[in-house]
């Protein structure tokens, strides 16, 4: 179970580094110009939000200083009528904090 775990953990990881390796030296008008960087970026949100679905909630309980229910609801974020800004925020905010947890869990 623990390298199950371990799996969804590092699919999260993994995806949050693309997101930052896409947005590097990014402004939010560049993103908001460029819909491929947009899409790709609301693509790896969806990506994290499936791996943060399927981890048990007994490891979210243990790692509650990961917003798990905000990482499942990244899936979502077409919904928000300001959903461009809500994606740069959460793509160059808090996916920082979140990483730097994660990282934490899986050392």
Request: hydrophobic share 45%; net charge negative.
């Amino acid at each position: 179970m623990a390298k199950l775990i371990n799996i969804f953990l590092d699919e999260i990881l993994t995806t949050i580094r693309k997101i930052s390796e896409l947005l590097k030296d990014k402004t939010l008008d560049d993103f908001k110009s460029n819909y491929h960087v947009v899409e790709n970026v609301i693509k790896y949100l969806n990506i994290i939000s499936e791996a943060a679905r399927h981890v048990p909630d007994e490891v979210k309980q243990e790692f509650n200083g990961i917003p798990w229910e905000e990482l499942i609801n990244l899936r979502n974020i077409e919904n928000n009528p300001e959903h461009l800004n809500l994606v740069w925020n959460i793509a160059t905010n808090k996916l920082t904090e979140i990483s730097a947890i994660i990282e934490e869990v899986l050392n």
